[in-house]
């Protein structure tokens, strides 16, 4: 898998895939709203990039290290940031599990009280989310899973 970094801030880093449909994100914890407004921005365009190559696009969102996020602040970002990405061509998110049980709780309360959660999952490892957004990718194209 090769991908290029199209995004990093303070909380934020950001990168696409070059052979697949997929862009990836770690997140630190949740800025200000005008943070999460500019990494937004730049979120929505690397998925118009990805839909624009492969037509469709998922977003796996590493968020283990998070330990600073509530229910309140994680909605305002899925509110505010998650629904544009939605918009622009997002067919699936997947969210990492934090570590820190106390955000694990947090970001599985507020996925839930989403109106997108049939859109939206929860994955203990990467490699769980990029199977999980891999067999949906292939039941895009048609191809029967293994």
């Known amino acids: ?14 990168w696409i895939d070059d052979f697949g449909p997929f862009v990836f994100a770690k997140m630190s914890k949740l800025g200000t709203s005008q943070e999460m407004k500019n990494a937004n921005q730049k979120t929505i365009e690397a998925i118009k990039h990805q839909v624009k190559k492969f037509k469709f696009v998922y977003f796996i969102l590493d968020t283990t290290e998070t330990e600073e996020l509530t229910t309140t602040s994680f909605i305002e970002y899925c509110n505010n940031c998650l629904a544009d990405q939605f918009k622009a061509g997002l067919e699936y998110a997947a969210f990492l599990s934090p570590r820190n049980g106390s955000a694990a709780t947090t970001l599985q309360a507020a996925v839930k009280s989403l109106p997108v959660r049939s859109a939206v999952g929860i994955h203990e490892s990467f490699e769980r989310a990029l199977h999980h957004t891999t067999r949906l990718w292939q039941d895009r194209m048609g191809r029967s899973v293994l």
């Open 1 to 14: 898998m090769t991908s290029t970094v199209s995004f990093q801030d303070e909380h934020k880093r950001l």
